[in-house]
């Protein structure tokens, strides 16, 4: 089993920044590959960005591409969102996600986080 816990969440004026955090325990985090997922009031949880095990790798949605970066530090356990250039549509929970294969996807995630958050005001 892998618990991931999310954190960094908050409220923010539109054109501002936040960094999520996504700390993983529990099993090896090794051949993971990480994803952030949102869900926003009233529609359906949608794919955000998602890393490699090895960091290489990265996928995003185009509505947040250029805006925002997903990274990882295997040593600390923990995948990173920086989001930057807010927009209010970008309000929505995030949620960390960890599927059992080293490979970036934007299906089959086997472990999924809490969600924090995010409220981007106009």
């Known amino acids: 089993q892998v618990q991931l816990v999310e954190s960094g969440g908050g409220l923010v004026q539109a054109g501002g920044s936040l960094r999520l955090s996504c700390a993983a325990s529990g099993r090896s985090f090794s051949n993971l590959a990480m994803g952030w997922f949102r869900q926003a009031p009233g529609k359906e949880r949608e794919f955000v960005a998602a890393?490699?095990?090895?960091?290489?790798?990265?996928d995003y949605a185009d509505y947040v591409k250029g805006r925002f970066t997903i990274s990882r530090d295997s040593a600390k356990n923990t995948v990173y969102l920086q989001m930057n250039s807010l927009k209010p549509e970008d309000t929505a929970v995030y949620y960390c996600?960890?599927?059992?294969?080293?490979?970036?996807?934007?299906?089959?995630?086997?472990?999924w986080g809490q969600g924090t958050r995010v409220t981007v005001s106009s």
């Open positions: 890393v490699s095990w090895l960091g290489g790798s990265t």
């Open positions: 996600a960890a599927r059992k294969v080293p490979s970036i996807g934007r299906h089959s995630y086997e472990y």
